[in-house]
């Protein structure tokens, strides 16, 4: 089953303007006086007396100036910064701020905050309509499902007890660590009381998954993402190793479709790889059926194998140092089997 991450404007204030300095009166020495003045003096003739000079014009008062309007410069926001605008008004009104056990908070200053809203502009393409419709129904939803709440869940251990297990390896760092979660569905006891009560799965499901999202440490990570550089994902492995039902049970129809749409919604940009392993070609349809309901993108990680001993031989270029002698010897390594080594949600 598949599930398939603002700054202030700065404003710049527009200095009032030196006073105007009064206009400077004309200088007497105009070309025409200049003229008279050089030439030859006339007889004296009795004039009327010169008018007074007029008075100089009064200064213009700073006051009285009018400074032009400076237009604000408001740089534009980006678009985690508009995301993180949606979401703190999403977790106002639904009383929810967290999202993979991160409380957002300012993705300028908050690393954690950064990366859970990259990887929703990541999973839709730079589109920041279609990340901000995402993110607002992923807030929504986990103030409804209270998916931390389900970690604290005891599940029903006749329905999914060796169903489910996460295992990491590696070091601290998220370049260097692997984190894998394991759907052994081949365990499955009874198909109707595994599947049949959609909810119940559902919430198991969730559980598993976020039991995988406390391995990554999101909450405190110290380095940024970016739409090429991503090193916290998940490696998913679905184990289809003796099943026995030969057709397609509703149950599992329905519980597959509902999986992989509450997965694909809220948990976006976490799967690095997915293997289909041990699969009988009658469960051809199941691989078929899943690509249905992802994105092109997501399906290129999908790969089935009818083999699943052939598993440790594809991590042979992980960062992880002899990742494939890590894994159980079931799937190839050396390591021992996942029940009783690995971790896995609370069971009754």
Request: aromatic content about 8%; overall charge negative.
């Amino acid at each position: 089953m598949s599930e398939p991450e603002t700054k202030p404007a700065a404003e710049v204030a527009a200095a009032a303007p030196d006073a105007v300095p009064a206009e400077k009166p004309k200088d007497l020495e105009t070309p025409a006086v200049a003229d008279a003045v050089s030439a030859p003096a006339a007889p004296a003739v009795s004039a009327a007396p010169a008018a007074p000079p007029a008075a100089p014009a009064a200064p213009v008062a700073a006051a009285d100036t009018v400074a032009p309007e400076t237009d604000k410069v408001t740089p534009e926001l980006t678009p985690i910064a508009q995301l993180w605008t949606v979401a703190k008004s999403v977790a106002a009104s639904a009383g929810h701020g967290e999202i993979w056990g991160v409380t957002l908070s300012d993705p300028e200053t908050h690393v954690p905050t950064q990366i859970v809203l990259q990887k929703y502009l990541n999973a839709n393409d730079g589109d920041l309509a279609k990340a901000t419709d995402q993110l607002t129904k992923t807030l929504e939803w986990r103030a409804k499902t209270k998916p931390l709440e389900l970690l604290k869940k005891a599940h029903d251990s006749v329905k999914f007890e060796g169903l489910g297990f996460v295992t990491a390896y590696g070091g601290d760092e998220p370049d260097s660590k692997e984190v894998f979660t394991w759907n052994i569905y081949g365990a499955t006891k009874s198909v109707d009381e595994t599947f049949g009560k959609l909810e119940e799965f559902i919430e198991w499901r969730v559980a598993l998954m976020e039991l995988a999202l406390q391995e990554l440490s999101l909450s405190s990570a110290v380095k940024p993402i970016t739409a090429e550089n991503d090193p916290y994902k998940i490696t998913q492995v679905h184990d289809y190793k003796s099943i026995s039902f030969l057709r397609q049970s509703p149950h599992v129809k329905s519980a597959s479709s509902e999986t992989i749409k509450v997965f694909a919604q809220n948990y976006p940009e976490l799967l690095k790889e997915k293997f289909f392993v041990n699969v009988p070609a009658i469960m051809g349809f199941l691989y078929s059926f899943i690509k249905l309901f992802v994105a092109p993108k997501t399906a290129k990680k999908f790969h089935p194998m009818s083999n699943g001993g052939n598993l440790a031989s594809e991590f042979a270029d992980s960062k992880v140092k002899g990742l494939g002698e890590q894994l159980p010897a079931e799937y190839g390594g050396k390591a021992a089997e996942l029940k009783g080594s690995a971790k896995g949600p609370l069971l009754t």
